[in-house]
T-cell receptor
Framework: EAQVTQNPRYLITVTGKKLTVTCSQN?????MSWYRQDPGLGLRQIYY???????DKGDVPEGYKVSRKEKRNFPLILESPSPNQTSLYFC??????????????????FGPGTRLTVL | DAKTTQPNSMESNEEEPVHLPCNHS???????IHWYRQLPSQGPEYVIH???SNVNNRMASLAIAEDRKSSTLILHRATLRDAAVYYC???????????FGPGTSLSVIP
């Protein structure tokens, strides 16, 4: 089954304790992205990756790191989490970062989300 | 990417049609209009997209104004399972910095 998986789904941690949220897709997609979702603010993009070893900042990258060593994986790293990073996080992937009007190319697939609480 | 404006919330009775509006007055000529929805406790999922002509698929229809400054997602018969947040987005030529606004929260009344 084609899917995007995230782990863990729920995480409670304390300020300053490094953590990694994993994201994996099995669709051979080039493009992957991380979003955070907060009440009233919709989805805001944190980082994205157009292909292996190619990453770039989204709208809210402060306090986050990413890496793309393999096509299927795109982990989100919080080196020193703070309470303002308490949020719901989604990973997404699509065949290409370029949209063309083609359904196969343009559709983004989202993971189930990771709810992070930083105390 | 161009910005979109949607009502914060809408309500519909079950089995009735629902028209979810989206304004995108700064849309460029090559911007496709995409709709996603997010069911409770799930990640967003693709619904439909189009450029100029009206589009239909098994989930919904998309009606695009002639000047393309607005569009309407149409759910022909709302069910309780359609209760979700609906997002209208304009990725432009890439998803590099796509903007998902707060969307429209649709409630379906039995």
């Amino acid at each position: 089954e084609a899917q995007v998986t995230q782990n863990p789904r729920y995480l409670i941690t304390v300020t300053g304790k490094k953590l990694t949220v994993t994201c994996s897709q099995n669709m051979n997609h080039e493009y992957m992205s991380w979003y955070r979702q907060d009440p009233g603010l919709g989805l805001r993009q944190i980082y994205y990756s157009m292909n292996v070893e190619v990453t770039d900042k989204g709208d809210v990258p402060e306090g986050y790191k990413v890496s793309r060593k393999e096509k299927r994986n795109f982990p989100l790293i919080l080196e020193s989490p703070s309470p303002n990073q308490t949020s719901l996080y989604f990973c997404a992937s699509s065949l290409s970062s370029r949209t063309s009007g083609d359904l196969n190319t343009d559709t983004q697939y989202f993971g189930p989300g990771t709810r992070l609480t930083v105390l | 990417d161009a910005k979109t404006t949607q009502p914060n919330s809408m309500e519909s009775n079950e089995e009735e049609p629902v028209h979810l509006p989206c304004n995108h007055s700064t849309i460029s000529g090559t911007d496709y209009i995409h709709w996603y929805r997010q069911l409770p406790s799930q990640g967003p999922e693709y619904v439909i997209h189009g450029l100029t002509s009206n589009v239909n698929n098994r989930m919904a229809s998309l009606a695009i104004a002639e000047d393309r400054k607005s569009s309407t997602l149409i759910l022909h018969r709302a069910t309780l399972r359609d209760a979700a947040v609906y997002y209208c987005i304009l990725p432009g030529t890439s998803y590099d910095k796509v903007i998902f606004g707060p969307g429209t929260s649709l409630s379906v009344i039995p």
